[in-house]
């Protein structure tokens, strides 16, 4: 059973991101600030959802939180960054872009840089814990999806539109056979027996 509020303060942000651990494709990350009435049977960790689940909860989500907020960190800023630098900057991003400044921030996962002016708490699984990271999970996961479909089109050969840049050996055998493409992140190792790829 997730739980609405962590803090006890009214304008709570939950953080999130999506798509650590791909091969290709950008780390998505959303903040969202949810009202204190807030419910809907299907919300929980995105992880567990089917992705019509997910897409369901989507609209329901941007409609009613008090606000919410997308960012994109595309792969060649996740090789510039590190991967877990990118998922804080892009969670640091989405909270900037929110129309209501959070009172309180929590995280999903343990790491975290402060953000300015306003305290955090990291908690790991709380995509599993709380609505609004959990909520963030959702959106993070669904626009990341959706770039992912709209990238299949250009190389159906890696099949992204299933796999969404994660390392599936289908995934991996793609790469062996048609190298890498500019959505592949140059810093992450692409196959096991890799030492150099050329790109």
């Known amino acids: 059973m997730l739980t609405l509020n962590y803090s006890g303060f009214t ?6 991101e999506a798509g650590r651990g791909c091969l290709s494709g950008p780390v998505v990350a959303a903040a969202v600030i949810l009202p ?7 919300l929980n960790d995105s992880k567990q959802l089917s992705e019509i689940k997910r897409q369901e ?10 606000a919410y907020s997308v960012s ?5 800023e996740v090789d510039e960054l590190n991967v877990l630098q990118a998922s804080i900057t892009g969670m640091h991003r989405s909270i900037q872009q929110l129309k209501i400044i959070p009172e309180f921030i929590i995280v999903d996962g343990n790491k975290f840089n402060p953000y300015p002016n306003i305290e955090h708490k990291t908690i790991v699984k709380g995509d599993a814990k709380f609505m609004s990271i959990a909520a963030a999970s959702v959106l993070a996961k669904t626009y990341r999806d959706e770039f992912m479909e709209k990238i299949h ?3 159906p050969e890696y099949n992204w539109k299933q796999n969404k840049g994660y390392p599936t ?3 991996r055998n793609a790469i062996r056979e048609f190298g890498a493409t500019k ?10 027996e890799q030492l150099k790829l050329e790109f």
């Open 169 to 171: 050996q289908q995934h």
């Open 183 to 192: 959505y592949h992140r140059k810093s992450f190792k692409l196959l096991p």
């Open 57 to 66: 909860l989507r609209p329901f989500i941007e409609k009613n939180a008090l």
């Open 36 to 42: 204190a009435n807030f419910e809907h049977p299907l």
């Open 11 to 16: 304008l709570e942000a939950g953080t999130d």
């Open 72 to 76: 994109f960190i595309h792969n060649e």
């Open 153 to 155: 089109q250009e190389h």
